[in-house]
Nanobody
């Protein structure tokens, strides 16, 4: 069992930056792939970024490539999402997720989810 808690969301102006953190409980964090997803009002939840258990592979959705960076620190049981050059269309609730036997972009592959953190980008 893994519990995930996101933090770092908030209100930022367009062009600004935020860093989201996802703190995980348990000793087995390093065996999980981690992903970030987001859900904007009235829209379905969508993939943002993912990272394999050893940081060997990363994946990004096209709209965030070159602006967002996913990373993890297994010693701290924490995953991060650095978001730069934010746009109003990045406004959403951001969720982190953990996958034990999967590494990629599909939500169905993830076993555990956090409660989400709100990111609002003003124009």
């Amino acid at each position: 069992q893994v519990q995930l808690v996101e933090s770092g969301g908030g209100l930022v102006q367009a062009g600004g930056s935020l860093r989201l953190s996802c703190a995980a409980s348990g000793r087995t964090f390093s065996t999980y792939s981690m992903g970030w997803f987001r859900q904007a009002p009235g829209k379905e939840r969508e993939f943002v970024a993912a990272i394999s258990w050893n940081s060997g592979r990363t994946y990004y959705a096209d709209p965030v490539k070159g602006r967002f960076t996913i990373s993890r620190d297994n010693a701290k049981n924490t995953a991060y999402l650095q978001m730069n050059s934010l746009k109003p269309e990045d406004t959403a609730v951001y969720y982190c997720a953990a996958a034990l036997h999967y590494s990629g972009t599909y939500q169905e592959g993830y076993n555990y989810w956090g409660q989400g953190t709100q990111v609002t980008v003003s124009s």
